[in-house]
């Protein structure tokens, strides 16, 4: 099957001919329809973070189920996925009490034995157990959500890592307060899902804060009540809400927008951060602010619980409540991935996705 592989970090990602096993007892082969183009991936092409290689990248996709292990219950070959690396083992500490985000995923991956993707007998790790960026997705049981037939495969592509977490950020990690100020820095994929989750929990201002015009404008049409185009808004942003928001999230994960995003809280506020910081890299917080009660939280993929939220989420999409379609800035075929990486840093596109033999 063709696969994007990733050989050194830095590095491009190179489309190979990649051979993927059959299932074993508790793991699911899914053909894969869409997958999304994100800017975590991207961190380990340019060096911010480092992952066992080489790896098929990719980790938000969809699919459509082709055979299951003889443990699998939950699925049969023909139902349609969403695919995600919130692999949880459901057993250890953190997913007994609804944390699946914390779950160090022991026993999900193969470790020993026959690998699941290899190229003339090397093995090849699909990254994060998911490995998005192939034809076929060979992953435990636990990496996929079920979802139901009359949702566009295309569109919900995105809900394996953009949608859950956007709007898991605010409804599980924040708990957004209805009224509440809140500041979005970074409109991509992820900080698009923090508008449209912030106006579902009922906020009052939603300040998009973004360097390319494009993206902020298209911010509001996913909720925000204001844009500021700057790489500096902190001054702006103050103005404008009258002495900071409740909640700030950083959708980009710098130093200077986690800091920005702590500068941006009123007393009491909350800042979260969301994006992926760059290993090796410090913040630095003001420690006078720390006696007007302000909070910083990290959020991994949302706090998301995958089975319980996707769902939901999904729902919501039906009743009219949040955008997925308009998410999907282009598609392009898997020979064009490394133009679509090109994209992320040129910031035009909102989320391209891949798609595989235009099923989506
Ligand atoms: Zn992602
Ligand atoms: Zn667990």
């Known amino acids: 099957m063709k696969a994007a592989v990733l050989r050194s970090i830095p590095g491009r990602l190179a489309v190979e001919d990649v051979a993927v096993d059959t299932p074993a007892p508790d793991e699911v082969l899914v053909r894969t329809v869409a997958a999304g ?171 998009a804060i973004d360097v390319f015009p494009d993206k902020a404008e298209s911010a509001r049409q996913f909720g925000a009540t204001d844009v500021i185009i700057s790489r500096d808004p902190v001054d702006e942003l103050m103005e404008i809400t009258h002495g900071g928001v409740d909640y700030a999230f950083d959708a980009i994960g710098q130093k200077t927008t986690a800091e920005h995003a702590f500068a941006s809280l009123r007393p009491g506020g909350t800042a979260v951060l969301i994006g992926m910081i760059p290993e090796g890299v410090d913040i630095s917080l003001p420690g006078v602010d720390f006696l007007y009660e302000k909070t910083v939280k990290g959020s991994n993929m949302g706090s998301t619980r995958t089975r319980t939220d996707i769902p939901r989420y999904l729902e919501l999409y039906r009743q009219g409540m949040i955008k997925l379609d308009e998410l999907v800035g282009r598609t392009r075929p898997i020979e064009e991935i490394g133009i679509a990486m090109d994209d992320l840093e040129r910031g035009t596109v909102a989320r391209s996705v891949i798609t595989f033999d235009g099923e989506a």
Do not use: K
């Open 37 to 207: 183009v994100c800017r975590s991936d991207h961190h380990y092409l340019v060096g911010h973070h480092t992952t066992r290689l080489p790896t098929v990248m990719g980790h938000e996709a969809s699919g459509i189920v082709e055979a299951v292990g003889e443990q699998v219950s939950y699925v049969g070959p023909g139902d349609h996925v969403v695919a995600c690396l919130m692999v949880f083992c459901g057993r250890c500490e953190w997913c007994l009490a609804g944390r699946m985000a914390l779950c160090p995923q022991e026993g999900t991956t193969r470790d020993g034995g026959r690998p699941r993707l290899s190229r003339s007998g090397e093995e090849i790790h699909p990254y994060w157990g998911v490995g998005a960026f192939a034809e076929m997705m060979l992953v435990h049981e636990h990496a996929v959500t079920r979802i139901d037939r009359d949702i566009p495969l295309l569109s919900a592509s995105t809900v394996g890592c953009a949608v859950i977490t956007g709007l898991g950020s605010v409804f599980n990690t924040a708990g957004v307060r209805p009224g509440a100020a809140v500041a979005v820095i970074g409109a991509g994929g992820v900080g698009l899902n923090v508008i449209q989750g912030s106006a579902v929990a009922g906020a009052g201002r939603i300040v």
